[in-house]
């Protein structure tokens, strides 16, 4: 005897593409004119900030930084929907979804102290339900997991949801992350932005699994693929799985097919393992670009207002830039006191705090006359 004990269909959404050109079914109860013009908006100050950003580190100003450049759709949507429906829900990034977090409240100069080393930019405001970027790849899906327990241990109507990369998809950290979820029918929410790449290892090498979604399958979540340079899509998906979520206690897991279009980090040079021709492909895909020919298509969108929003993006991020730099500096002495009860009877560290030198790595006074 033979039988197929396991089918399995996976859609892929796509409602703007990469011309411009918007699927008008698909398009129902999605995104407003309005909606469109304010993630344009929005897309267009967080692709400025990322450029800022870039130059910040350059000249000696921030330690590393990790453009978004190219993936600012998928989070776009999905942090829009995630601002509006669902009941205090929480987000529980890595490095990729800066407009996300910024949609959901977390003030700009965060993201930029984050990266400047400076521990207080990942101090979230009180009421803001955001978790510090997790740079550790895939271990933070498990504590979006945890606090999608908590949600529904305290009968609260929201979701917890993770954003990760292809690459985390290959820690074991996620699989366990996934595997909860489902077991206990948490409202969690796997957001992975695939964009072929991490760091240098591509896609193809990352996994034999013939696309990243199907992996949910496994563990029963609801799985849909969308093309992550999307607005409308990453909206609607996102949408529904709150909804799924809440109603039902199944996760989804949503792939969004992107690209970065910078490098890794600041710290990174992709033209050493990246094909000219495979980036050149995808600056045509750019989500900026074709909501913009869309918005111009409706009517919506002109050469002047495309002057203002960049006016507008180069104010905006000024003043975070000024508010991130003009933070008050940390007291040194706070890296002994918060990590200490007491120094007493610990004559090393008492030296360090009031020196400011290790002997441990060739800094002691005594060692002065070598370094010289
Ligand atoms: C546990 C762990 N291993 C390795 C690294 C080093 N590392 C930083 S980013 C990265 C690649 C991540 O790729 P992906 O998940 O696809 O995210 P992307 O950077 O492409 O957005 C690696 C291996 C890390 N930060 N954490
Ligand atoms: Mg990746």
């Known amino acids: ?19 411009g050109k918007l699927d008008e079914k698909l398009a129902k109860d999605t995104l407003s004119d309005e909606d469109a013009v304010f993630l344009y908006e929005q897309m267009s100050i967080c692709r400025w900030l990322d450029e800022i950003a870039f130059k910040l580190q350059r000249s000696g100003r921030m330690g590393t930084y990790p453009q978004n450049k190219g993936q600012e759709a998928g989070p776009a949507g999905a942090g829009l929907a995630l601002s509006r429906f669902g009941e205090k829900n929480w987000l529980v990034p890595c490095y990729r979804e800066n407009i996300a977090l910024f949609l959901n409240g977390l003030p700009m100069e965060k993201i930029l102290l984050h990266w400047m080393g400076d521990e207080r930019g990942n101090q979230i405001p009180e009421g803001v339900n955001i ?39 290959s820690e074991g950290d996620v699989h366990e992350a996934m595997n909860f979820a489902s077991a206990w029918k948490v409202p969690a929410i796997f ?52 909804d799924r979520a809440i109603k039902t206690g199944q996760p989804t897991f949503i792939e969004a097919v992107t690209y970065r279009l910078g490098d890794h980090t600041t710290a990174d040079d992709a033209r050493r393992y990246r094909d000219e021709k495979e980036v050149e492909a995808w600056r045509k895909k750019d989500p900026l670009i074709r909501t913009r020919k869309y918005l111009e298509s409706k009517k919506l969108w002109n050469d002047r207002k495309q002057a203002d929003i960049e006016a507008r993006a180069k104010e905006i991020v000024d003043a975070v830039v000024k508010r991130a730099e003009g933070i008050e500096k940390p007291v040194f002495e706070d890296i002994f006191d918060y990590t200490f009860a007491t120094l007493e009877g610990n004559a090393e560290l008492q030296t360090q705090r009031a020196t400011r030198r290790t002997t441990g790595l060739g800094q002691g006074p005594e060692q002065e006359k070598l370094r010289a």
């Open 1 to 19: 005897m033979k039988k197929t004990i396991y089918e399995a269909r996976i859609d892929h959404i796509q409602i703007l593409d990469e011309h």
């Open 131 to 169: 978790l510090p970027i997790a740079i550790p790849i895939g271990t933070h899906p498990l504590h979006a997991v945890g606090i999608a327990y908590a949600k529904k241990y305290r009968g609260e109507k929201g979701v917890a949801v993770s954003f990760f990369g292809d690459g985390a998809t």
């Open 191 to 242: 957001f992975c932005q695939n964009n072929f790449w991490a760091i240098s290892v591509p896609r193809a090498l990352q996994s034999g699994s013939e696309t990243i979604v199907q992996k949910g399958l496994a563990y029963g979540h609801h799985c849909v693929q969308i093309d992550g340079n999307d607005i409308f899509a990453s909206y609607k998906v996102m949408k529904e799985a709150i």
